[in-house]
């Protein structure tokens, strides 16, 4: 096991020296991010369509008990973005989200959600970050979405 950490340890500082070398330098110039995603958790984003089991996914993935404030339903229930993170120590806690702002600025998860808050308050509306004791969670955040349109073609100005 330690001779495994240390051949992880020094890949993560390899992909954390050439982002800084390479991939920093452009992301300074255009004003597009830091190296803050670079230090952060491995985050799933899961996309589709309308009633395709998205959250039915995620519940699978938590062991079959579904994150705090998850509706599964036939009909369309997932309206916002919902960051589904573990808690270091938080085993056995009650299960709790964080609305808007609050969820955008939660720090215990491994990611820094607070670069969200550029998109404003309308956005911020239908974002929240729920905790789970479930072991998934522990070293990966999981994004549950609302569901794509089938059909529809982005428009161009």
Request: net charge negative; with cysteine; glycine share 12%.
């Given at each position: ?52 089991g998205k959250t039915s ?62 998109y404003g308050e309308r ?35």
């Open positions: 096991p330690a001779e495994r950490i240390k051949a992880q340890t020094e890949i993560i500082n390899e992909v954390q020296a050439t982002y800084r070398r390479f991939v920093r330098p452009v992301e300074e110039e255009s004003h597009f991010r830091t190296d803050g995603d670079v230090h952060n958790s491995n985050l799933v984003l899961v996309l589709g369509q309308y009633s395709t996914l995620i519940r699978k993935l938590l062991g079959g008990e579904a994150y705090h404030g998850a509706r599964i339903a036939p009909e369309p229930t997932t309206d916002g973005f919902t960051a589904v993170v573990g808690e270091g120590g938080a085993l056995g806690r009650e299960r709790r989200c964080k609305e808007g702002q609050l969820g955008a600025g939660h720090k215990g998860c491994g990611i820094d959600f607070e670069g969200l808050s550029q956005f911020l509306s239908q974002f929240q970050v729920c905790f789970s004791d479930h072991e998934t969670v522990r070293d990966l955040v999981i994004v549950d979405t609302p569901g794509i349109v089938p059909g529809m073609q982005a428009s161009r100005a």
